[in-house]
């Protein structure tokens, strides 16, 4: 299988030095090992996610010098792929209702909390893992509804051991090629499609990974816990796992990372003010040995 390699940008604000860094590797991975190199815009947001704004990042990619295999896939074209893939996992009875909003959610919360004296765990992301048991009456399936897993049930149906292959170190300390356990039961009963969109991140980029047969995924740290749930899922809906590489993050002067919500400065601003596509390898501390990870022999997918 030719390695596929891919970069995808969400459009609801501009690109930043961590987006050049992402796709650069992926683009220079592709082309060090004969990939080759798709371009996805995530915009599943199709309020904040704007022509104008892809255009702006398909713009600010050409300058950069990133050359990309045509079509382009758009996410929000695709919904209903990602609704017929809901219904399978409502049929297999993997996915239910939820009418919960944040505040029902961080008032169950509270006041257990109160009540106990104890801390509710967190997901990854910092979120808390949905309370169930506290709202299951407000559960219903019509309507305005979202609609999440059900981990518990996932698990015991999927008992086989969950893996990944991690090509690359996160850091010193990692291997260079690793097995890594996947443990999708930290992010709880996590939404698979929401009450305005009929799908997720979650859902639709290993259905779009699957779709673009994607053999190599390379992102930031960032997404590293991530890849618990997505290994779940596509064992759920059975797809292949692509190889992944979690690459390193940008920061910004008080070590937080580049990110659009905090409006990091972006590639076109830098541009406005003349800085060249040069002078963003060195604005990223470019370096080929963020690319050795891919120099040798590389590890197969796993098959769904």
Not at 76 to 93: D, H, I, N, T
Not at 261 to 272: E, P, W
């Amino acid at each position: 299988m030719q390695p596929t390699f891919r970069f995808a940008p969400s459009p609801n604000g501009a690109l930043h030095l961590g987006h050049a860094l992402s796709a650069l590797l992926n683009f220079e991975a592709a082309r060090r090992i004969g990939g080759s190199f798709l371009l996805r815009i995530e915009d599943i947001d199709t309020i904040r996610c704007t022509d104008d704004k892809i255009a702006q990042m398909l713009d600010d990619l050409d300058w950069l010098g990133i050359r990309w295999e045509e079509p382009v896939m758009r996410q929000s074209g695709r919904f209903a792929v990602y609704a017929g893939q809901l219904e399978a996992l409502k049929q297999q009875g993997f996915v239910y209702p939820s009418t919960a909003s944040r505040k029902d959610i961080q008032t169950a919360v509270t006041n257990w909390q109160n009540k106990t004296g104890k801390d509710w765990p967190r997901d990854p992301d910092g979120a808390f893992l949905y309370p169930r048991a506290m709202l299951s009456e407000k559960e219903s399936d019509k309507g305005d509804v979202a609609w999440r897993v059900d981990m518990q049930k996932a698990r015991q149906q999927h008992t086989a051991p969950l893996i990944w292959q991690e090509n690359g170190p996160l850091s010193p300390f990692y291997p260079r090629c690793a097995s890594i356990d996947a443990m999708p039961a930290v992010w709880g009963d996590v939404i698979l499609a929401r009450k305005d969109c009929p799908t997720s991140y979650h859902l639709s980029v290993v259905i779009d990974d699957a779709t673009q047969g994607i053999t190599h995924i390379v992102r930031g740290q960032d997404l590293y816990a991530a890849t618990s749930l997505h290994r779940l899922l596509q064992t759920m809906l059975g797809l292949p796992a692509p190889v992944y590489h979690h690459h390193r993050l940008l920061t910004d002067i008080g070590g937080q990372k580049l990110s659009k919500s905090r409006q990091s400065l972006s590639l076109k601003a830098l541009r406005q003010d003349g800085v060249t596509p040069n002078q963003i390898r060195s604005l990223i501390r470019w370096s080929d040995a963020d690319l050795e990870a891919f120099t040798s022999k590389e590890p197969a997918a796993i098959a769904p």
